[in-house]
């Protein structure tokens, strides 16, 4: 029978719970109790044909009415006689329903982050009350989540490292692990003028609030020895920071840029080059090279969707840069090495020339097979010297 139980019941006040309104209730914002529950019973029909059922259901239900009021109705029946059966279900306080689903000590324990929070950063409530079950969560954390708040407003945009913030039992990986919800912390405890509302996200959180931010490195090779900047006698693999690479004036006339180490650092060797090494997505640490925008740029990554989607994104920062081994032709050479792309882009490519988004977009609609990649690494080290020779 589809008739409702105990157990109905405590499904309903756990989804009150996981929604987070049991505990909002806790501050005020929803009148949720008292509250009627949803009640299926039996119909006449079942009444009369299924009696002992109707009469174990009810004993059941008053059985767990520790935490709930049932209100009973009377029902006379031609064969049955009178009878009292549930007909309304009622939760009648906050106290009631979290002592159902055993809630109890949990609501305690945020009621407890509330009060502190009250006492310390009332600032931070309108967070507590969008996101409760989070801050239960974080109890253990809470209380040091106030303090760095509370450190952030007496040193707005402190331009320290994390690791330098001297507040006891904080580290910078603490503050590394907990960094979305500081900076809706922040968002909400500090001045405007001391947010960059132009960063966002996780990388961009020492840039937001004003601490200093580990440098961007760019790693390189000269690829011919006339040019070296070390006076050794050696394959000089140099990784600098962004302020010092974009400092510098090669006199390069070709950069090439490749995804793959190995082929970073076998490259062989080319009159008047450098090669980078990539970093997949994401060209800031080249964006304030000016010097570069004066070069030759080749870009090698791998071809398949991914791959033409950071060849798109590189030229946004270098629109005169040129891909190289990023062609049907190669791709067809080495079918026998092609692998599978586990999540293909699918997004419209804007900076691709007509040749190379064509391909993209016969990788991306599957046309010369199933989510088709070909690694750079996978590529004979022959036809890089050979495509090489040809620019």
Not at 248 to 253: F, K, N, P, Q, S
Not at 366 to 391: H, M, N, P, T, Y
């Amino acid at each position: 029978m589809n008739w409702t139980t105990p157990a109905d019941l405590r499904t309903h006040l756990q989804k009150l719970w996981d929604r987070g309104l049991l505990l909002s209730s806790l501050m005020g914002d929803d009148e949720l109790f008292p509250r009627r529950l949803t009640l299926k019973g039996p119909d006449s029909r079942q009444l009369s044909e299924s009696f002992s059922d109707v009469r174990d259901w009810i004993a059941q239900l008053s059985g767990s009415a520790k935490h709930y009021r049932i209100v009973w109705r009377t029902l006379n029946h031609r064969v049955l006689g009178v009878n009292e059966i549930p007909a309304e279900i009622w939760i009648d306080s906050i106290d009631d329903a979290l002592a159902f689903i055993g809630k109890v000590r949990d609501a305690e324990r945020f009621a407890d982050l509330l009060s502190l929070t009250h006492e310390t950063k009332p600032e931070l409530i309108p967070w507590l009350r969008k996101r409760p079950l989070r801050t239960l969560e974080l109890a253990g954390s809470w209380p040091k989540l106030l303090q760095i708040v509370a450190w952030m407003q007496m040193h707005p945009r402190p331009d320290i490292y994390l690791r330098q913030i001297d507040l006891p039992g904080v580290h910078s990986k603490f503050i590394e692990a907990h960094r979305g919800v500081l900076g809706e912390l922040f968002d909400l405890a500090l001045q405007s003028s001391a947010i960059d509302a132009g960063a966002s996200g996780a990388a961009g959180f020492c840039r937001r609030y004003g601490f200093r931010d580990k440098p961007l490195r760019v790693r390189f090779r000269i690829l011919d020895p006339e040019l070296a900047l070390l006076p050794v006698n050696a394959d000089q693999d140099i990784a600098l920071t962004e302020a010092a690479f974009a400092g510098l004036d090669l006199a390069v006339e070709t950069v090439f840029i490749t995804e793959n180490e190995i082929n970073f650092l076998a490259f062989p060797p080319v009159s008047r080059s450098m090669v980078i090494f990539g970093a997949g997505y994401g060209f800031e640490n080249l964006a304030t090279a000016h010097w570069l925008h004066e070069r030759k740029i080749h870009y090698w990554g791998d071809i398949d969707t991914h791959g033409f989607a950071i060849l798109n994104q590189l030229r946004r920062f270098f629109p005169e840069a040129i891909s190289l081994l990023m062609d049907k032709e190669t791709l067809l050479a080495h079918r026998p090495l092609w692998g599978v792309e586990p999540s293909p882009e699918t997004v419209e490519l804007t900076r691709l020339t007509s040749e190379e988004f064509s391909l993209y977009d016969d990788l991306r609609s599957d046309s010369l097979g199933e989510r088709i990649r070909l690694e750079q690494e996978r590529i004979g080290f022959e036809w890089l010297v050979d495509a090489l020779g040809k620019l």
